[in-house]
T-cell receptor, first 112, second 117 residues
Framework: LAKTTQPISMDSYEGQEVNITCSHN???????ITWYQQFPSQGPRFIIQGYKTKVTNEVASLFIPADRKSSTLSLPRVSLSDTAVYYCLVGPFNQAGTALIFGKGTTLSVSS | EAGVTQFPSHSVIEKGQTVTLRCDPI?????LYWYRRVMGKEIKFLLHFVKESKQDESGMPNNRFLAERTGGTYSTLKVQPAELEDSGVYFCASSQDPAGTSTDTQYFGPGTRLTVL
């Protein structure tokens, strides 16, 4: 699976928009991009997934440029409860049985 | 709809003892995965079941670990005998088979924290 690189940590204040960028230079044609969120003492929680361009759901937006070598997770108007670790993963997620490869993720700290 | 559940939430055992972790996937999910995070490391894949069959065991660390999924519903992960380095958090995830344009989204349980003394 393609290796991903993302910032180790980010700080923000309540009400701000947070953008976390992930690099995946070796992404394959059939790879998708998926983001998970993890709170302390909980399992990773699926946030959003995309293949190209832009995907939006009730939680976040995912921006993917044409070359797909990077992606940006956008969290609008964060609150204290958005403090968590965010993981960017790539892989052929249109196939069942793809082992997720987690890196260190980005620890987002939101302050009041 | 209930999510993935795991039991126990915590387990403290002594080196050399046996521990069995249980995972109940989301109803109707044929795919079941085990992952673990040992102290200070990233979450690592252990194995993947499709119904009751092991499809990929490439992440299992050694033969002290035995996973089963009898009947294709819940799964157990037994560690026998447990060693100090087995301490960590064990996560279970499940997913449906992707169909059409859907993708294989894995939903995780809360994990079991295992401490081996």
């Amino acid at each position: 699976l393609a290796k991903t690189t993302q910032p180790i940590s980010m700080d923000s204040y309540e009400g701000q928009e947070v953008n976390i960028t992930c690099s995946h230079n070796n992404i394959a044609t059939n790879d998708y991009i998926t983001w998970y969120q993890q709170f302390p003492s909980q399992g990773p929680r699926f946030i959003i997934q995309g293949y190209k361009t832009k995907v939006t759901n009730e939680v976040a937006s995912l921006f993917i440029p044409a070359d797909r070598k990077s992606s940006t997770l956008s969290l609008p108007r964060v609150s204290l409860s958005d403090t968590a670790v965010y993981y960017c993963l790539v892989g052929p997620f249109n196939q069942a049985g793809t082992a997720l490869i987690f890196g260190k993720g980005t620890t987002l700290s939101v302050s009041s | 709809e209930a999510g993935v559940t795991q039991f126990p939430s915590h387990s403290v055992i002594e080196k050399g003892q046996t521990v069995t972790l249980r995972c109940d996937p989301i109803s109707g999910h044929d795919n079941l995965y085990w992952y673990r995070r040992v102290m200070g490391k990233e979450i690592k894949f252990l194995l993947h079941f499709v119904k009751e069959s092991k499809q990929d065991e490439s992440g299992m660390p050694n033969n002290r670990f035995l996973a089963e999924r009898t009947g294709g519903t819940y799964s157990t992960l037994k560690v026998q005998p447990a060693e100090l380095e087995d301490s960590g958090v064990y996560f279970c995830a499940s997913s449906q088979d992707p169909a059409g344009t859907s993708t294989d989204t894995q939903y995780f349980g809360p994990g079991t924290r295992l401490t081996v003394l």
